[in-house]
């Protein structure tokens, strides 16, 4: 559980800039990560209150404290505030992350934070869109499925000071520099980071991303 209240998540939302491109892109691979331990968290949930059917963008605390209700106002601010979300899934993941701040049960699995990561995510560049995979302006990474995320890495670390990147900028290469060039895909300057996974191959990013262990957190973002 977390110290904070309802009213304190619906102000760290609405600080999201869900459109900030340059910042979305360098903090591409944390974002990726953040979202597969967003699935493998939603999962461990939707397995403990047996709603896998609910899998990956729900409402837990209808689970975890039926009957919940919020404060008349906040819960009218709420409503205006998911209207204006795009995705509807990203919306519906605002909601559920206000609401689980209010949950006082002391009967809840020993489970970690169901929102942190989504919560994480959307501060480092905005929220998604849901194609044939998810596009998180700047990487695209597999839907998935319950099965699988359940036996997913966890993500080692949700530290500000981990996750924080240098000031978001666009990776330039010198044609003449003899420094190795860190892994990942090829990025034309000339492109918009929605429109990045399409230079980048089916499933190439995804996999890239993937395939990086929890231990890698400190090298997510790009200098």
């Not at 974002?31 to 999962?43: P, V």
């Not at 709420?78 to 206000?98: H, N, Q």
């Not at 990487?139 to 319950?146: E, R």
């Not at 010198?174 to 230079?199: L, N």
Request: aromatic fraction near 10%.
């Amino acid at each position: 559980m977390s110290d904070a209240t309802p009213r304190d998540v619906l102000t760290r939302l609405r600080a999201v800039e869900w459109y900030e491109w340059d910042k979305s892109y360098a903090c591409r691979r944390s974002r990726g990560m953040l979202m597969r331990e967003h699935m493998r968290r939603a999962a461990l949930w939707a397995a403990a209150y047996g709603v896998p059917e609910q899998w990956p963008f729900f409402d837990i605390a209808q689970f975890a404290e039926p009957g919940l209700l919020l404060d008349d106002d906040l819960a009218t601010e709420l409503d205006e505030f998911v209207a204006r979300v795009i995705p509807s899934s990203a919306g519906v993941l605002c909601y559920a992350a206000v609401r689980w701040a209010a949950v006082r049960s002391e009967e809840l699995p020993d489970l970690p934070h169901p929102y942190e990561p989504i919560l994480i995510m959307f501060e480092r560049g905005g929220g998604y869109n849901i194609e044939e995979m998810i596009d998180l302006y700047g990487v695209s990474v597999p839907y998935g499925d319950f099965a699988r995320s359940l036996k997913l890495e966890p993500f080692e670390s949700l530290d500000r000071f981990v996750l924080e990147p240098s000031t978001p900028q666009r990776p330039t290469v010198s044609r003449t520099s003899r420094t190795r060039r860190a892994p990942g895909p090829r990025y034309s300057s000339a492109a918009e980071p929605g429109r990045f996974k399409r230079s980048l191959g089916r499933g190439r990013a995804a996999d890239q991303v993937r395939s990086l262990p929890a231990s890698q957190v400190m090298a997510l973002c790009p200098s």
